[in-house]
């Protein structure tokens, strides 16, 4: 579904989207800066259309379906025993050991990103 831009519309320029562009990282030409300007300016048009909803009377939520977290026992299920890996079981696999550590590669680089 689309939303065009009204007479209503907030205005942004076309700085205003270059800098939220350059903020996301987005390498746009010209053509693409005015499409995407329409385009915001459409989702700002309706952002301005849910602020006229009334509701005071609709209590706020932290998650739109109502689940509570299920708390299981600490203690191995019957199907982890049966499934489980010995010891010696997870060495065979394991792409290296250093005496009884499974040797994970480095992912993360010096200067902490992945």
Do not use: C, W, Y
């Not at 350059?22 to 010209?30: E, H, K, P, Q, S």
């Not at 932290?62 to 689940?67: A, D, G, K, Y």
């Not at 977290?69 to 191995?76: G, I, K, T, V, W």
């Amino acid at each position: 579904m689309s939303a065009s831009a009204d007479a209503s519309s907030p205005q942004l320029s076309v700085n205003d989207v270059r800098k939220v562009a350059t903020l996301a990282r987005l390498a746009l030409d010209d053509a693409q800066i005015e499409s995407s300007r329409r385009q915001l300016a459409g989702v700002l048009a309706l952002v301005d259309r849910l602020r006229e909803l009334d509701l005071s009377d609709v209590e706020p939520m932290t998650h739109p379906e109502s689940r509570v977290n299920r708390l299981d026992p600490d203690e191995p299920s019957a199907e982890h025993a049966r499934t489980r890996l010995s010891p010696a079981d997870l060495a065979r696999i394991a792409p290296a050991m250093d005496g009884p550590f499974i040797v994970i590669p480095k992912v993360i680089g010096e200067e902490g990103g992945a």
